[in-house]
């Protein structure tokens, strides 16, 4: 067994080990839950001399009250207890109790779940609460939320109201400079209007993203650095960006053939930046920045011109097809999303439909970096493989998030 299989077999064997003990504490979880209800129903007062199961609870555990105060309204959600006058109270979530037993179920699957339920009617909490659960078997909590939001919205299709604001007069300034040391900064001034729909913009493209490829471990500084960076490629993709010297704005990347296709190297950015092979890899699916790809004596092979990386017929096509970011549990609509070619077009992978799929820029970046593979299943649609350590068997998953047509059925 060469090194790079006995690293990947070591992976497989610690994330099982995770696997197992985030089991055992999610059934110890749900065991402790059943008895803080216990308790509660025996009359924590009179037991231990409390106001509250919480309180005793923050005291025996030595945690914050709020945390606590979830930990106890999680239990009462799932488990059966006693009203004040020592009449039975029936749980939320019976079903969603007994299978929290067995250490399936995260916190924020059990919150979700929850949550979802307490917005159904009583009469229809049964069926909704097996539909979740079984979707909670191979999906993550935001799945199963995007599913529950379904059937609430099915009951209320009104919705809220939306809420009207009223605009101020623009005051703006912004100061771009690049560094010695190729690092951009930038400051500006605003006035409350622009501050705020910026704010607005940011915070949806910075929200964590977890979903089937784990958590997200980026700092707030990072994750607002990669929105801010995701707004300019909305930007730039947007129909309506003004023309420059007769083109749409862009950038110019140069690398060579073989360091494009094997991701090595260094790639020259625009007039004196610089970019890693592999970041180029990843533009050069889908973006406003150009490739092009030099010979050994540097001698333009492919120059690539905006149209010919995905017409604006092929994007609607994908925008219909996916409707939005594909990767399973990624909420990012349509616009926020790149073309990623499934086979690698400089390694001949065609630009068409059949070869195409749409990410967000994370997930872009994911697929191009890590152990997921993409393929088009038999049905036309885009479904992922995840790498070993998540999934030994490799179960193919997609995507539920995004709305299907209307008339899908």
Known sequence: MDEMAMRRAGA???????????ATIRAADAELGALLVEIESRGVMDLFGYRSVARLYEHLADVPKAAAERVVKRARALNPGRNLDGTPLAPVAAATGRTATRGTLSAPMIDVIVET??????EHREGAEQHLLGLAEDAGHKQVAALGARIVAHLDPDGPAPEDTEPATPTRELFLRRKRTRIWELSGRFDDETGTRASALL???????????????????QRYGDAFSDAIDMALNSPALPMQAGERAHVMVAVSLNDLKT??????LGDTGTMSAAEARVHACDSMIIPAVLGEKSEPLDLGRLRRLISAGLRRALYLRDRGCAFPGCHRPPRHCQGHHIR?????GPTNLGNMVLLCGCHHRLLHRSGWHVRIAADGLPEFLPPVYLDKRRKPRRNNIHEPLPFAA
């Open 203 to 221: 915070d949806t493209l910075a929200e964590r993203r977890h979903s089937d490829d784990g958590p997200d471990v980026r700092s707030p500084q």
């Open 263 to 268: 991701g090595l190297g260094t790639a020259t």
């Open 12 to 22: 497989v064997a610690l994330a099982d080990r995770v696997g197992e003990l985030l």
């Open 117 to 122: 339920l307490q917005q159904i009617p009583a």
């Open 344 to 348: 690698h077009w400089a390694d001949g």
